[in-house]
């Protein structure tokens, strides 16, 4: 049973680097393209809907990897102790958020999915005014712009920290001064992903 935790919890780390990490910088760059107006954004979009199985690459290399980080995550999360009452240290801190970041980010993804592929499904002429569909219906909705920055600061910090403990779970970032440079970088990371994903919420607002 232990041997089998390890190797789960291995892989949970590796699928939030690859293919979820990953998947993560691409979608905050192809998101980034709404600060150049409606017809920029909808030509990109158009763009992916058309690439060689697609509808696959979905399935195997993103929904199938974030379930299994998604549901196996919040098990961790239901199972660990939490005590920064008591010990209100800064690692520990990140623990914690790290746990709360991904509660949210079950939850805000489910959203996310529902409103940009479920709805497009069942009505794909929106793929054709994706930008307009995002601004005039979900994003006239302070609730939802609200949601949405909620899930891009969760996403940028939950990446850029899982990040920072996959280097020590798999030995890159072994000793005190990597683990710490590690850190900065992370950081910095973090930082960038999130002012990526509000430059792009905000492309939706002046065109």
């Not at 935790?5 to 979820?20: K, N, Q, Y």
């Not at 005039?136 to 939802?144: G, K, M, Q, R, T």
Request: aromatic share 18%.
């Amino acid at each position: 049973m232990q041997q089998t935790s390890f190797w789960a919890r291995r892989i949970h780390s590796l699928s939030g680097v690859l293919p979820i990490g990953a998947f993560l910088l691409e979608h905050m760059f192809e998101n980034s393209y709404s600060t150049q107006g409606p017809a920029a954004y909808n030509a990109m979009v158009m763009k992916i809907q058309e690439l060689p199985y697609v509808l696959w690459m979905e399935v195997f290399i993103i929904i199938l990897p974030i379930l299994f980080h998604a549901v196996y995550g919040t098990w961790i999360a239901l199972q660990a102790k939490y005590n920064v009452v008591q010990y209100p240290h800064f690692r520990n801190w990140m623990f914690t958020l790290q746990r709360i970041t991904g509660i949210i980010l079950f939850f805000y993804i489910g959203m996310h999915v529902y409103e940009t592929r479920v709805q497009v499904f069942f009505d794909e002429s929106i793929k054709l005014h994706f930008f307009e569909y995002m601004r005039d219906e979900i994003f006239s909705n302070p609730l939802y712009v609200g949601l949405y920055v909620a899930g891009i600061l969760s996403a940028a910090f939950h990446f850029a920290n899982g990040l920072w403990t996959f280097g020590i779970v798999w030995g890159i970032t072994a000793g005190r001064k990597a683990q710490q440079l590690s850190s900065y970088a992370c950081a910095g990371l973090g930082v960038l992903v999130a002012g990526m994903g509000i430059n792009s919420l905000l492309g939706f607002f002046t065109h």
